[in-house]
């Protein structure tokens, strides 16, 4: 099977800008998680969705958000970029948000922000 | 609420040396922890799980974990350090959190291995 995939795997952005990042989770996955983690505050959960729908929401502001397609792909947007919201976005994806099953990670999307 | 705290941000030890990376928890359910490392510019790969079945849980390229309730620890070791070893080694609890389970992660170990 193959893995979670992200793209892109680098981006570049200015301030203000928006950007958004895509998630292809493992087939038959139904559950996307997004988190972003930076040197300074180590791995943080943005989000995670499930049929669609968003079932956790991390402590971000609301310039992040994510949906969620009926392919299960996920996408994640980030308005008015801060030159804080540097950092490596993963995203997981597990077959769904309950139990105790095993979230696999992607190799992340690194976004700069100048 | 839960909670994991790495002990050391920073292990150095010797090619062929064991490994000991520390991690202790605290959840107010019964928790699931795992163990997974990233090497640099990847993503995060999964070790080793502990989901209350063993106590001792053997997971990929020699690595082992151990579940000690009483210590709240779940602390990570390798008999023998191998340099592909050297990474960052992250202690993860996932607990309830409404209608999913939530993942909170410990802030790190860098492992560096000596020649």
């Known amino acids: 099977k193959a893995g979670v995939t992200q793209t892109p795997r680098y981006l570049i952005k200015t301030r203000g800008q928006q950007v958004t990042l895509s998630c292809s989770p493992i087939?038959?996955?139904?559950?996307v998680s997004w988190y972003q983690q930076t040197p300074g505050q180590g791995l943080q959960f943005l989000f995670e969705y499930f049929s669609e729908t968003q079932r956790n929401k991390g402590n971000f502001p609301g310039r992040f958000s994510g949906r969620q397609f009926s392919n299960s792909r996920s996408e994640m947007n980030v308005s008015t970029l801060e030159l804080g919201d540097s950092a490596l976005y993963l995203c997981?994806?597990?077959?769904?948000?309950?139990?105790?099953?095993?979230?696999?990670f992607g190799p992340g999307t690194r976004l700069l922000v100048l | 609420a839960q909670s994991v705290t790495q002990l050391d941000s920073h292990v150095s030890v010797s090619e062929g040396t064991p490994v000991l990376l520390r991690c202790n928890y605290s959840s107010s359910y019964s928790p699931s922890l795992f163990w997974y490392v990233q090497h640099p510019n990847k993503g995060l790969q999964l070790l080793l799980k502990?989901?209350?079945?063993?106590?001792l849980v053997k997971g990929i390229n020699g690595f082992e974990a151990e579940f000690k309730k009483s210590e709240t620890s779940f602390h990570l070791t390798k008999p023998s350090a191998h340099m592909s070893d050297a990474a960052e080694y992250f202690c993860?609890?996932?607990?309830?959190?409404?209608?999913?389970?939530?993942?909170?992660f410990g802030s790190g170990t860098q492992l560096t291995v000596l020649p």
């Open positions: 087939s038959g996955h139904r559950s």
């Open positions: 993860v609890v996932s607990a309830p959190s409404g209608s999913a389970r939530q993942l909170t």
């Open positions: 997981a994806s597990r077959t769904e948000p309950g139990g105790q099953e095993t979230q696999y």
């Open positions: 502990y989901t209350s079945a063993a106590t």
